[in-house]
């Protein structure tokens, strides 16, 4: 069972993109999913977490205020709107469930607490 990431692009800075994460085979619904992103060379950093039930949301001080995290559990399927990107946005993104956090009001932000990472979706982000 993985996460699939989908949605990524080439874009012109300044522009809007939406990533989408789709659970197949099996629902997390009761699980913070996380949406993570890394550049070559270096480790996945966090981006935005939203806890079991879409109430709570939380982001990398970077991409606040531009980012938007959202859940459809219907669909199991989490969001990432993506707006006024800029270069530094560029990177592969993935998203992964935290099993660790039954049911809880929050995120952790350390990738290691993450698993059933996908391929990941490329954004790339030019000035």
């Known amino acids: 069972v993985q996460l699939q990431a989908s949605g990524g692009g080439s874009v ?3 522009d809007s993109l939406r990533l989408s994460c789709l659970a ?3 629902s997390f619904n009761n699980f913070p999913i996380g949406w993570f992103r890394r550049i070559p060379g270096q480790e996945r950093e966090f981006v935005a977490g939203i806890v ?4 709570f949301s939380y982001y990398a001080d ?3 205020g531009r980012f938007t995290i959202s859940r459809d559990t219907a669909s199991n399927t989490v969001y990432l709107q993506m707006n006024s990107v800029r270069p530094e946005d560029t990177a592969v993104y993935y998203c992964g469930v935290d099993q660790g956090m039954y049911q809880s009001v929050g995120v952790r932000r ?3 607490d993450y698993n059933h990472w996908g391929q990941g979706t490329q954004v790339t982000v030019s000035s």
């Open 62 to 64: 970077s991409v606040k």
């Open 110 to 112: 350390n990738a290691i």
């Open 12 to 14: 012109q800075a300044g």
């Open 24 to 26: 197949s085979g099996r």
């Open 52 to 55: 079991w039930n879409g109430r």
